[in-house]
């Protein structure tokens, strides 16, 4: 999927979308710099948390080499309670290389507690597995052990909703085929669907090439193992690939991780909220 290269620029949300303020320079992604601030919009029309929940905000300025990404963590759908904790606003800060590199080797987000990325709506993402609370799931997938919303996400011990898996669809807020999310080392996180040449006539849906091995109740990176496939549309460890036109970006998926499987980048060590721990879940 081609990635437009933008000047300066900055957006804000408040419920509805509003104009973007970017100007595009180019549609290829071989420019040194890509920073894609216009992409971070609450879609117009979207229904809010509910009744006495604040709107959604995300705002996002492209800063030197960087990509800033504000954000309340309000999502822009219905809440549904699926944990004990209560849902409150937030104070995100994300700040991202706008032209991220590959690194020499990959950096794993096994047993790692806390943000790994965050969507164009600005919710953070966290990897795929929990806490060490309750016992009886300690670092259990979410999703597979039904703990997560329609659109993946679910509220922790401090209030803040995140999300483990990305359902890429206009009820969730997402535009259709497009990035959906990035990940703190700068890569990209597209949809499922992925461009199979430059000109992105010809599409088709990524998959994980993860296989479960036993039942991820518990320990859900034991649960699963990575298989190489020489299939275009099966994705690398890190639940990713090199895109159509030559840069590298990771996928949502259906299947395990959903999102990264691993850090293809440099991973960046943010700060306040968004470079704390996942406190451990509260028993329900």
């Known amino acids: 999927m081609l990635r437009p290269v933008f000047a300066l620029a900055a957006i804000a ?30 879609k117009a029309g979207m229904p809010g948390a509910g009744a006495g929940y604040a709107d959604a905000q995300v705002s996002a300025q492209c800063q030197g080499a960087n990509l800033v990404v504000t954000s309340n963590g309000m999502p822009s759908y219905r809440y549904v309670a699926k944990t004990p904790n209560a849902l409150r606003t937030q104070d995100w800060t994300w700040t991202v290389p706008a032209a991220p590199r590959k690194a020499a080797s ?25 806490g060490p609370i309750p016992a009886s799931e300690a670092y ?26 990305i359902k890429a669809a206009g009820t969730c807020g997402f535009a259709a085929n497009t990035i959906v999310g990035y990940a703190i080392d700068g890569f990209p996180i597209y949809g499922p669907r992925g461009c199979l040449n430059a000109a992105c006539t010809k599409t088709a849906v990524m998959k994980s090439g993860y296989i479960r091995t036993r039942k991820p109740t ?9 298989k190489k496939s020489s299939s275009s549309t099966v994705l690398d460890k890190c639940n990713g690939r090199t895109q159509a036109d030559g840069s590298y970006g990771y996928h949502a998926t259906s299947g395990f991780p959903y999102t990264i ?8 060590a943010q700060t306040g909220a968004a470079g704390g721990p996942m406190p451990p879940m509260r028993p329900g």
């Open 261 to 268: 499987g691993c850090f293809r980048g440099t991973p960046v």
């Open 13 to 42: 949300a408040s419920g509805t979308a509003l104009a973007t303020a970017a100007v595009v320079l180019s549609a290829t992604a071989s420019s040194a710099t890509t920073c894609d601030a216009a992409l971070f919009t609450i």
């Open 106 to 130: 990959t950096t794993s987000v096994r047993r790692r507690m806390g943000t790994v990325g965050f969507t164009v709506t600005g919710i953070p993402i966290y990897a795929a597995m929990e």
């Open 218 to 226: 518990k320990d859900s990176w034991s649960a699963y193992t990575w």
């Open 140 to 165: 259990g997938d979410p999703k597979y052990n039904g703990l997560l919303d329609t659109c993946g996400g679910h509220t922790g011990p401090g209030a803040e909703y995140h999300d483990h898996y």
